[in-house]
């Protein structure tokens, strides 16, 4: 079992910046791959970014250029660095663990409860 918590979720302005953070358990951190969603209300689950174990990276296009995945290895954590924040990131972020590393075929077997994130106009 993999262990995920989010964290540094709040309540910020349009155009400000929040940072999330998502620690996993386990001692082959540094082999998962690591990703977040995001559900508005009233609206489906949604990929935001992924990051591979060999620090490769992916984006949803509503995010790119805005929004920044990284992971520190020697912490155990994944960070999403959300930048230029709109009323339309308002949400509830999701951090996801793929404990095989197969950046080809990645499922996500492992979830956090989330964070809100909420952004005011």
């Known amino acids: 079992q993999v262990q995920v918590v989010e964290s540094g979720g709040g309540l910020v302005q349009a155009g400000g910046s929040l940072r999330l953070s998502c620690a996993a358990s386990g001692r082959t951190f540094s082999s998962y791959d690591m990703g977040w969603f995001r559900q508005a209300p009233g609206k489906e689950r949604e990929f935001v970014a992924a990051?591979?174990?060999?620090?490769?990276?992916y984006y949803a296009d509503s995010v790119k250029g805005r929004f920044t995945i990284s992971r520190d290895n020697a912490k155990n954590t994944v960070y999403l660095q959300m930048n230029s924040l709109k009323p339309e990131d308002t949400a509830v972020y999701y951090c996801?663990?793929?404990?095989?590393?197969?950046?080809?075929?990645?499922?996500?077997?492992?979830w956090g409860q989330g964070t809100q994130v909420t952004v005011s106009s």
């Open positions: 990051i591979s174990w060999s620090v490769s990276q």
């Open positions: 996801a663990v793929d404990p095989a590393g197969d950046w080809g075929s990645v499922v996500y077997d492992y």
